[in-house]
């Protein structure tokens, strides 16, 4: 067995020959060390004995006292040789980590519950670890939909195997509250159940409904198992309670806490909500009860209180609302919601907790001790460091593994975006913005699991893993020991551990990878490749109506001169066919032409570069974040295209995506000219009519008929977004896909 831990250790000296753990094998525990017992819980478990305690030369285990006080409680050196193992570490945490590191030094057979092997070989090592972040987390939404108490554990397992500690439990929602709090029994008989779920994606419209009654909680018994499950695995559960935005379920069963005189009930779909908490004493007395409850149940020193995406109108339009900001001198309704914050931070401060809330917490001002969890970028984050509040990094950008991780066709149904794994291991927590001071605020990274599109444990397993070990990397390993080729040959091995924990992971370090050039003579080059050894590539094209079946791939690279759709796989040993790739590679007269830009777009959103206009690959219909669209923010877009000759041209076409709730907005116009020598343009075409499209992507067709060699495309930016719609008062984004002439 290679060694291959992930994630990757400071330090690691491979020895020669190897360590053999069998029924004999002694634990010296002198210095009575409190981890040895975990040992045994997985030996029991594959090999049916225990380690049993004693003095020995050869064949034992050597637990000895901790580091003296300077090295990090979670740092461990773990030695084997042939003849002991020598575990050492800052406190229990570094212990249990070094018997992490040896069970991902072990054949995953180790994982099976009665394997039938009594002996085990470990390879001879020394290693010393010690993470970089102190806050490694993973978080799941149980409010869009229920997982078992069973999932939450086995959850639980992955996370420690990869040396996390942290699981942020995202307990209530609109759509469902999970928690039992006996003194409020219509928040399990009420508010844990919607009457219906939308069916597909909550954009399709006309939306259809399932007609089915959903939900469920957790009973109090369950929730204390869970905590205790996750301590002995060195995982704090930290709980959120979501106020006062997502808090719809709730006013369902006491429709008291809400600002407005209606029947609300559990929501049936996503987005953002209007219905939210009312900011009364008797909403204040039920959160401190429920949060009493809660900090009885969880020993966290953390307490999240959501904080995010909390609609204004309510309070805009409460006397209620409007009378307490004067009383208490607030200029508006941001102002408001800080203070409503700052209220419960003073609670949960008066009983020893300390609170954590969602980027939009800095809104209005950032309750005094609060740390602060960055979602919607990193500028929160840079901020709250700025301020010398602590922060926890979970951009949109790096770390929703709700995104669709893959451009193949046969993707499940996610909620939006495109974040690859190899996107998610690029992450450095740490923005470069910050002085080694204020960088110290980073506590550290999390993934977050939302769940409206993912039912079921299965298909939350295929979203989490294997992004969320890389996630656990980024939080654990120094940047510059941090390699995305070694860390994916590591993670091929540790995925036959995760085969045996029967963990459904998503297989798309395997897939196919693209690449298009300009081809000789017209059209482009398709490349192919996969960076397994153990795959082969399996490609067909289709043109027209024309389909061939999947075979081994021949000439590298494709070279496609016309409209061609192409289907392409790989074939693996042991694992079988993995999943499809599937491009419309609409050709035209601009496919592999140079072109220039005004000025570059977004990083964030540059992945393709140039050749992403001119490719011949349309972007995806819902996935902004695919490489394909390009984005700028806050600057008009301009680009010339250069056919490299004077030719026909009919026509130009382009598209622009429209999603205002991440704040993209069409253009206001698009304009085409013409020139023959680059310097004379005569304009052709205008379009301006972007008003009230409700299409997520709207194309631009402009007749042109004329003679040219260069292009010029220009189209301006919506501008500043109005105060009443997703995003008001900041520039919007606009999403520009292929350039196509015909
Ligand atoms: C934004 S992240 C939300 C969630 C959604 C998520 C979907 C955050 C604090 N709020 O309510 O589930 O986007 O990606």
């Not at 006292?65 to 461990?76: L, P, Q, R």
């Not at 009383?327 to 409503?340: I, M, P, T």
Request: net charge negative.
């Amino acid at each position: 067995m290679p060694i291959s831990i992930i994630p990757k250790p400071m330090k690691l000296e491979k020895g020669t020959g190897y360590f053999e753990l069998n029924k004999n094998t002694k634990i010296n525990n002198d210095a009575l060390q409190e981890m040895y017992g975990f040992l045994n819980v997985l030996l029991k478990n594959t090999s049916g004995y225990e380690l049993e305690l004693g003095k020995s030369e050869n064949n034992v285990i050597h637990f000895t006292a901790y580091f003296d006080k300077e090295k990090s409680h979670e740092s461990y050196v773990l030695e084997v040789t042939e003849s002991s193992i020598n575990i050492q570490s800052g406190g229990p945490a570094g212990a249990f980590y070094a018997i992490q590191t040896l069970r991902q030094m072990l054949p995953a057979d180790f994982e099976k519950a009665n394997s039938g092997i009594e002996t085990w070989r470990i390879p001879c090592v020394k290693i010393e670890d010690s993470p970089r972040f102190s806050y490694r987390g993973m978080h799941l939404d149980v409010g869009r939909h229920f997982f078992p108490v069973d999932f939450i554990k086995k959850y639980i397992d992955i996370l420690a195997l990869f040396k996390m500690n942290r699981f942020h439990w995202h307990l209530t929602e609109d759509q469902g509250w999970r928690l039992e709090v006996p003194d409020y029994p219509k928040l399990t008989e009420v508010s844990a159940w919607r009457k219906e779920t939308v069916v597909g994606h909550n954009n399709d419209k006309p939306q259809k409904m399932d007609g089915e009654r959903y939900g469920g909680y957790y009973r109090q018994n369950e929730i204390k198992a869970i905590v205790q499950y996750a301590q002995e695995r060195f995982i704090t559960v930290i709980p959120e309670i979501e106020m006062p935005g997502h808090s719809q379920a709730v006013l369902a069963a006491y429709p008291e806490f809400g600002c407005v005189d209606k029947t609300y009930e559990v929501a049936t779909t996503w987005g953002v909500k209007e219905d939210v908490f009312c900011p009364k004493e008797e909403t204040f007395k039920f959160l401190e009860d429920v949060l009493t409850e809660v900090m009885d149940l969880f020993p966290s020193k953390y307490i999240h209180i959501g904080g995010d995406e909390c609609p204004k109108k309510q309070w805009e339009e409460s006397q209620l609302c409007q009378d307490l900001m004067k009383r208490e001198g607030l200029k508006d309704e941001h102002e408001l919601q800080s203070w409503f914050i700052r209220r419960i931070e003073q609670f949960l401060n008066a009983n020893g907790r300390k609170l954590i809330g969602w980027d939009e917490i800095l809104e209005g001002g950032l309750a005094p001790d609060a740390t602060v969890m960055s979602w919607r970028g990193v500028q929160g984050g840079i901020e709250a460091a700025k301020q010398g509040h602590d922060v926890i990094m979970t951009p949109t950008s790096h770390c929703y593994l709700d995104y669709y991780q893959s451009r193949n066709s046969n993707e499940p149904l996610a909620i939006g975006g495109y974040l690859p794994l190899e996107k998610v291991y690029s992450y450095d927590p740490v923005p470069q913005e910050l002085t080694p001071e204020q960088a110290k605020h980073i506590l550290g990274v999390q993934g977050n699991v939302w769940t409206e599109y993912i039912k079921t444990p299965e298909y939350c397993e295929y979203m989490a893993f294997p992004r969320g070990i890389a996630i656990a990397e980024n939080g654990w390993t120094a940047n510059e020991q941090k390699d995305y080729d070694d860390f994916a040959d590591r993670l091929a091995d540790q995925l036959q551990r995760l085969d045996v924990m029967n963990v459904n992971y998503a297989k798309h370090i395997f897939d196919v990878d693209y690449e298009i050039a300009p081809a000789e003579g017209g059209g482009i080059a398709l490349g192919l490749s996969t960076r397994s050894e153990d795959c082969q590539v399996v490609f067909t094209e289709q043109v027209e109506d024309n389909p061939r079946a999947l075979n081994p791939l021949k000439n590298n690279p494709v070279i496609i001169k016309e409209p061609t759709r192409i289907q392409a796989s790989t074939v693996c040993e042991p694992l079988g066919v993995n999943n499809i790739l599937e491009l419309f590679l609409n050709v035209n007269k601009a496919s592999g032409k140079s072109i220039e830009w005004a000025t570059p777009p977004h990083k964030n959103y540059n992945l393709g570069g140039k050749m992403a206009l001119v490719n011949s690959i349309s972007a995806s219909d819902d996935r902004f974040n695919d490489g394909e669209w390009l984005a700028w923010n806050g600057e008009d877009f301009e680009a010339t295209i250069d056919l490299g000759e004077v030719i026909d041209v009919e026509r130009f076409e382009t598209r622009f995506y429209n999603a205002n709730g991440p704040w993209i907005y069409l253009p206001k116009s698009v304009e085409i000219a013409i020139s023959e020598d680059g310097n004379d343009f005569k304009k052709v075409g205008e379009y301006a009519d972007f008003e009230n499209v409700e299409e997520r992507t709207k194309a631009v067709n402009l007749p042109i008929n004329a003679k040219a060699r260069y292009l010029k495309v220009q189209a301006t930016r919506y501008g500043i977004i109005p105060a009443d719609r997703p995003g008001g008062g900041n520039e919007a984004w606009l999403f520009v896909d292929e350039l196509m002439v015909f």
